[in-house]
């Protein structure tokens, strides 16, 4: 008998490229759950930083608190730093500001976190927010109704399987964790890698659509607790799941829906295939 499919974890990245948080539950928006890379650390050419190019960035963690986000670092004993949810609170400084081909409007967040991020990262760097009426389309080759994207990468959700990362690690010298992959959506049972065959499916109530596979990039060959780069996992994922000399893991999902609640522990069910 096949297992059952149960929604095991959920995470998201409020400022990107920064640590995760892993939630109970979280609410589905258009852009992706509520939070998730909303915010942005910018270069002077208000040009996106990322992990690939900066991995000590992986050593800021991000947590929620009731009014905002309290960041501090893995390392340091440094005084955090915190960021209201409430925009209001914001210089509002209107930007336009470049994440990978796309350009989207945002705001400037506080002098006092441009500072922070600067003398952390060792980088000139400021904190930017994207506001509501900000449309950044995912790519519409993909789309169903020109659906928005926050400032991941490209796509609003990332599913992957337990069993596809168990596969994984049973290939590697040492094993790897979640985090590697900084999935949203993480699913226990079924086969590995079973979610490649999935279309339309739903998580408790919430309906979904997997649009495409994932290609990995070298930031999961970033370790999320030391900012020390390395070749796996990568250099074995390349041996047997590479497509159009690209390494895929993982799957862009879009929702079908908005405004429901995502628990743990939520059964997941198929409605097709591809």
């Known amino acids: 008998m096949a297992s059952s499919l149960i929604l095991s974890d959920i995470y998201i990245y409020p400022i990107k ?13 258009p852009q992706g759950l509520q939070y998730d890379r909303r915010w942005l650390l910018v270069d002077d050419t208000n040009t996106f930083l990322t992990q690939r190019v900066f991995p000590k960035m992986a050593l800021l963690q ?10 501090t670092h893995k390392q340091q004993v440094a005084e955090s730093l915190f960021v209201p949810f409430d925009s209001n609170n914001y210089l509002n400084t209107p930007l336009t500001v470049t994440i990978w081909d796309d350009t989207v409007s945002a705001v400037e967040v506080s002098q006092e976190a441009n500072a922070w991020f600067s003398q952390m990262l060792q980088i000139n760097c400021r904190l930017v927010f994207m506001p509501p009426n900000a449309h950044r389309p995912v790519d519409m080759n993909y789309a169903f ?6 400032f991941a990468d490209a796509y609003p959700f990332l599913l992957i399987g337990q069993e596809s990362l168990k596969d994984l690690n049973n290939r590697l010298p040492e094993p790897l964790p979640m985090n590697r992959f900084r999935p949203n959506l993480v699913f226990s049972g079924g086969e590995p890698f079973v979610e490649d065959t999935w279309r339309e499916f739903t998580i408790g109530h919430q309906n979904f659509a997997a649009v495409k596979p994932c290609s990995r ?6 370790n999320q607790d030391t900012a020390e780069k390395g070749t796996e996992p990568l250099r074995t994922l390349a041996t047997y799941r590479t497509k159009n000399n690209k390494v895929m893991f993982g799957q862009n999902v879009l929702p079908r829906s908005v405004g ?11 409605q097709s295939y591809r």
């Open 260 to 270: 429901n609640f995502l628990q743990t522990g939520s059964p997941i069910s198929i």
């Open 62 to 71: 991000v947590q929620l608190l009731p009014t905002g986000l309290l960041v």
């Open 17 to 29: 490229s920064l640590g995760g948080v892993r939630v109970n539950e979280a609410i589905v928006e």
């Open 217 to 222: 990039c070298v930031l999961t060959t970033v």
């Open 145 to 150: 109704n020109n659906e928005p994207v926050s």
